[in-house]
């Protein structure tokens, strides 16, 4: 049968098989992201959509409306999403993206006017909503602690080669003239949809989430899923019973909270020592922080500018606009094996200090080449030049982590939920970007660049305040983390030494040896608990 076909590989091919399913799901949103940048530019499309005329839009607000809304629908998906995949798990909702992305895929490439357009895109934005919300907790839910954001990290590569797969496709048919233009932008959104069909083939050959299947009372599934992934299919391997018991355990604590709405989760109403709350807004806003804070839709939407005032024509600003997005793939690799070893927060840390030199950089050169218009070639070309490099570092520092952190700071029967506010904050984030970035670039020219610039410097200190370290700490021990009651990090570490102290004082008290350890970066890291000790851990003040 299909569905237990996982069941014939081993842990390291089965783990193999779903970072290539995973990377599926998150390469359609990067082609889904990456298309409207040359569908943007067809004149055909433009005059269809009331843009403008003779390839030139006049329109801008309406074009900015028809890419945004798509956010709109991510939006509403992800909330949607993640009450689907808490019920009736992560494979049927992956299937239900998957149905979603392709009908709204379609709808767009067949759109024969604005208002089919608009409601394509919701759609298509709704399937990328479930895809966002769901796969990176799916991922996190079964990769190894130690290694879970090279796991995910990996996984997101396949975002920026859908995006560049975009580019370059946009700039490879931008020179043809089928179908009186129309093939230009209708192909291109077509076939976005491709890595759907093998994607939802692939999950049904995947196992559900342990974690999830633990929720629902299925243990000897998820047992029999940890020992393939942890314990070479021995139920009995000290890992992956450690693991095992340690998710029953936290399930079994949290089973109280199961049927917690949005609205309670937000307000944090009843959450006890879980603190939903305050989880909520730091996976929202880190979102919205890389989205928007970082100023990358205006390197991005700038770069176009940067490019013609180095003195390249159209056609070559094109086509480095797309190795652009190259570049991006190089930082995420970099990320997959730095993110798990640097830390979560240091990394942040470094990144936030050089995207910032880099910003303040390109608005110096793009002011000088105003000023001084008979250097304005060799200026434009150093500003083109900082553009790569803002890339590749904010690929290989900012941008996988905020897809990260959701999915590890929230417990498990809550996991697909909480991570659906941090698709909202890359829905609102990306969203508001697009809509803002031009008006600002309208109103202040390149000091919009100054502004991010110091933007960057003004984020390190919210980040060591508030967002605490999760690299190397197992999911399940992440609740000890956030049972402070303060917000601020060094309270919540203090909080999360005390109690993984007390527990392996009650373990050795009663003749027990929890294993694990202390990871390399002196965080605790408990690897197997008892549902006695965690419980009165876990309720102690």
Not at 78 to 103: E, Q, T
Not at 186 to 209: D, H, I, N, T, Y
Not at 260 to 266: A, G, H, V
Not at 470 to 482: G, Y
């Amino acid at each position: 049968m299909i569905r237990g076909f996982w069941r014939r590989l081993s842990g390291k091919h089965l783990l193999a098989l779903l970072n290539i399913v995973a990377a599926l799901a998150i390469n359609f949103e990067g082609l889904a992201q990456g298309v409207m940048g040359s569908v943007n530019v067809s004149p055909e499309y433009i005059e269809r959509m009331q843009l403008g005329s003779n390839g030139v839009v006049h329109d801008p607000t309406r074009q900015g409306g028809i890419v945004c809304i798509y956010y709109l629908g991510a939006l509403f998906g992800g909330f949607w999403a993640g009450h689907v995949a808490d019920k009736y798990g992560r494979i049927k909702g992956i299937l239900a993206g998957c149905f979603w992305c392709i009908i709204g895929a379609s709808l767009q490439s067949a759109a024969q006017n604005l208002n089919m357009m608009l409601c394509a895109r919701v759609i298509t934005g709704v399937g990328v909503g479930y895809l966002m919300c769901i796969v990176p907790a799916w991922s996190a839910e079964i990769a190894a602690a130690h290694s879970r954001g090279k796991f995910i990290t990996i996984t997101f590569l396949a975002n920026f080669i859908g995006i560049t797969t975009a580019s370059w496709l946009g700039y490879g048919i931008s020179h043809t003239d089928i179908g009186g233009g129309q093939f230009r932008w209708r192909f291109v959104l077509a076939f976005q949809m491709l890595p759907c069909f093998p994607l939802a083939l692939g999950v049904l050959l995947l196992p559900e989430s342990p974690r999830w299947l633990v929720k629902m009372g299925r243990k000897e599934e998820a047992l029999e899923i940890i020992a393939k992934l942890r314990g070479n299919d021995n139920p009995d391997h000290p890992v992956a019973r450690a693991e095992f018991d340690e998710i029953v355990t936290m399930v079994e604590i949290e089973n109280k909270d199961q049927n917690i709405s949005y609205w309670r989760m937000f307000l944090g109403t009843n959450s006890g020592d879980i603190h939903l709350a305050r989880r909520i807004q730091l996976s929202f806003w880190l979102q919205v922080m890389m989205q928007y804070g970082t100023g990358i839709a205006a390197v991005v939407i700038y770069s176009a500018t940067i490019f013609r005032t180095a003195g390249f024509d159209d056609d070559k600003s094109n086509w480095l606009s797309a190795l652009c997005n190259t570049v991006g793939i190089l930082g995420t690799a970099v990320a997959a094996f730095t993110l798990d070893k640097v830390g979560r927060r240091r990394t942040l840390f470094w990144g936030a200090v050089v995207l910032a030199i880099i910003h303040f950089a390109i608005g110096g050169l793009s002011r000088a080449a105003i000023n001084q218009p008979e250097n304005a070639a060799a200026l434009g070309t150093g500003a083109a030049a900082c553009v790569f490099i803002y890339l590749f570092f904010f690929s290989s520092t900012w941008l996988m982590i905020p897809f990260i952190y959701p999915t590890e700071i929230f417990p498990t029967h809550l996991r697909a939920k909480g991570n659906a506010f941090g698709v909202a904050g890359w829905a609102v984030g990306f969203g508001g970007g697009s809509l803002l970035v031009p008006i600002m670039f309208a109103g202040i020219g390149e000091k919009t660049f100054y502004v991010f610039g110091a933007a960057m410097f003004a984020w390190i200190p919210v980040i060591y305040v508030f967002f605490p370290e999760t690299a190397k700490r197992s999911l399940e021990s992440v609740d000890m983390l956030f049972a402070s009651k303060s917000p601020f990090t060094w309270d919540e570490e203090k909080e999360y030494a005390r109690r993984v102290e007390e527990l392996r004082i009650r373990m050795a008290e009663r003749g027990e040896k929890p294993l694990g350890g202390r990871d390399e970066e002196g965080l605790g890291k408990m690897s197997v608990v008892h549902e006695e000790n965690v419980s009165e851990v876990a309720s102690s003040k």
